[in-house]
C-alpha cells in the first residue's frame, strides 16, 4: 500500500514525449492535499519543460492522515515526520522503480517532511536516493513553541474541530460558525474546501484530525537545523521565507543566517551539499496562492541545473 498520489506531465514544445521524465515531488502542508498545488504544478511543469527541454513529471501526494490518504489503511501511528517521510519513500521504490527525484518540494508541515526525507536519504548506504534539489517553501526549521509563529492558532483550529459535530451539514453553516468566531474569509474558504461528500447528504473532513494533529505535534517537536547547516553532498537545498509570512522571528531569521556561513563552509570543504536561502516578495505563508509566478520564477533556474546532473 502506498500514500494516495496525482501527477501533472509536461513535455518540451515540439520535442514530443521521448526520453525518461524527470521527477519531481510536491509535498502539501497540514490539512492541505496534493490537490491544493496542482493549478502551480502544471505551471511549474510547463515552464519547467520549456526552459529546461526535458520533460517532468510531478507528483502530488495526499500525506498520511490526509486527502485520500487518510481513507487508506495501513498507515498505523506513530504519526510522526519520520514515519510520513518514510511514507514517500515507499511511494518513490514501489511506483517509481527508485528513481531519483530532481527536485523535491515541501511546504509549511510538508517542508518538514520533506527534510525528514532528506535525512533519512543522506543516511542510507547509496546516494541515490539524495533528491538533487530541496525547496522548503515558509517551513519552520527548528522546534516551534507556542510564543513564537502561529502555533497557538493552528493548536485552536485543530481542537475547534476536534469538537464539532459531524457529519457537518454544510458549507454555509461551517462558515457562518468560522465568521462568528472571529477566523478571516481566506481560513473559512480554506477550511470549507477539505470538507467531502459524506455520501448520505452531509460532508465530511478530508482529513483525520487525531491522527494530522499527532503530525503537527511532531512537526513542533522536530528540529532540523543540524541538516540545514550541513546538507548533504550531492544535494542542492533551498530555504524560501515569505516576505509577509509570520512563521518567521528575528531570532530564526538570525539563525538561518547563520546556518548559510556554516554550510557554505562545509560545502567548500568538498563534504556537503549548498544551501540557498531566498525571500518571496509580495508573498505571506500561502506561497503558491499569493505570488504563484514569483516562486516558479524563483525556482525554474534548479529545474535548469538539476537537467545537467
Known amino acids: ?29 497540514l490539512l492541505g492535499t496534493g490537490r491544493n498545488w496542482k493549478t ?9 519543460a520549456a526552459e529546461s527541454g526535458r520533460g517532468w513529471r510531478i507528483i502530488l501526494v495526499d500525506q498520511r492522515n490526509h486527502g485520500h490518504s487518510a481513507e487508506l489503511t495501513g498507515f498505523d501511528p506513530p504519526h510522526t515526520l519520520q514515519t510520513a517521510a518514510q511514507d514517500l ?20 508541515l510538508g517542508g518538514k517532511t520533506t527534510l525528514a526525507y532528506l535525512k533519512q536519504m543522506a543516511a542510507m548506504p547509496t546516494k541515490s536516493h539524495l533528491p538533487q534539489q530541496v525547496w522548503i517553501l515558509d517551513s519552520s526549521i527548528g522546534k516551534v513553541t507556542r510564543n513564537k509563529d502561529t502555533a497557538s492558532e493552528v493548536d485552536r483550529i485543530i481542537r475547534e474541530i476536534k469538537g464539532l459535530q459531524h457529519p457537518i451539514a454544510s458549507r454555509e453553516w461551517l462558515y457562518k460558525l468560522m465568521e462568528d468566531q472571529g477566523y478571516s474569509l481566506g481560513l473559512r474558504l480554506w477550511m470549507g474546501s477539505n470538507l467531502v461528500p459524506d455520501g448520505q447528504g452531509k460532508l465530511k473532513w478530508g482529513f483525520n484530525i487525531e491522527g494530522a494533529s499527532d503530525m503537527y505535534q511532531s512537526y513542533q517537536q522536530s528540529s532540523y537545523w543540524d541538516l540545514v547547516q550541513h546538507p548533504p553532498k550531492g544535494t542542492a ?17 538570525s539563525q538561518l543566517q547563520e546556518a548559510e556561513h556554516a554550510a557554505a563552509a562545509h560545502a567548500s570543504s568538498g563534504n556537503g551539499g549548498h544551501l540557498h536561502t531566498h525571500v518571496l516578495s509580495n508573498a505571506g505563508h500561502w506561497v503558491h496562492v499569493d505570488n504563484p509566478q514569483g516562486l516558479v520564477d524563483m525556482m525554474l533556474p534548479s529545474f535548469v541545473e538539476s537537467n545537467t546532473v
Open 1 to 29: 500500500m502506498t500514500l494516495a498520489y496525482d501527477e501533472v506531465v509536461a513535455h518540451p514544445p515540439d520535442k514530443g514525449n521521448t526520453g525518461q521524465l524527470k521527477l519531481g515531488l510536491i509535498v502539501h502542508g
Open 40 to 48: 502551480f504544478a502544471r505551471s511549474l511543469a510547463k515552464q519547467a
Open 237 to 253: 537545498l533551498h530555504i524560501v521565507r515569505a516576505e509577509k509570512s509570520d512563521r518567521w522571528t528575528q531570532e530564526t531569521v
Open 89 to 108: 519513500h515507499e511511494l518513490i521504490q514501489q511506483k517509481y522503480n527508485s528513481q531519483q527525484l530532481s527536485v523535491m518540494v515541501g511546504h509549511s
